[in-house]
């Protein structure tokens, strides 16, 4: 309702390998499935948003956030304002030079919102850097081990 959408676009992972997980096999290795309530529920919610007539893009192979980026890029491609509302803080690698790209995530409650300056104001890196950032200092969540010895700091300061 605050935002006014114009399109909305919602995506979902499936459960096929991604080309991440075929390049390293212990990408999110350490992650536990999707809790059993939550599966249940997901082809309800797909038919719901069907029948408000939202499209759904999900695609074997590819992340959600995936498809969500290639999305975000095409927008800014055509000068499209976007926003992105996702739990993925790997996400906000999209902001771009021109501040059409919003990332909302929430975060304890609250919707925490990230463009390009709100990702260096909080991570010390601009959103291009974020691939480079994440392999240098690594990502527990995703499992990426990173470079011993460097943390968070060292990487920002490198980059």
Not at 2 to 24: C, G, Q, W
Not at 62 to 79: F, P, R, S, V
Request: one cysteine or more; a negative charge.
């Amino acid at each position: 309702d605050d935002i006014k959408p114009e399109n909305l676009v919602v995506s979902f992972d499936l459960k096929a390998p991604t080309h991440r997980h075929k390049m390293y096999d212990q990408y999110k290795a350490n992650r536990k499935g999707m809790p059993n309530e939550l599966a249940e529920q997901l082809p309800i919610i797909k038919e719901v948003l069907q029948a408000m007539n939202i499209c759904i893009i999900e695609k074997e192979g590819y992340e959600a956030d995936d498809i969500l980026g290639t999305l975000a890029k095409w927008g800014q491609a055509n000068d499209l304002e976007v926003t992105i509302l996702t739990g993925d803080r790997d996400s906000v690698q999209l902001g771009d030079d021109e501040g059409l790209t919003t990332i909302l995530i929430p975060s304890k409650g609250e919707i925490v919102k990230y463009n390009k300056q709100e990702v260096f104001e909080k991570m010390e890196v601009y959103p291009n850097q974020i691939v480079d950032y994440k392999a240098l200092c690594g990502d527990s969540s995703d499992n990426i081990p990173g470079i011993r010895g460097i943390g968070p700091k060292s990487a920002s300061s490198l980059l």
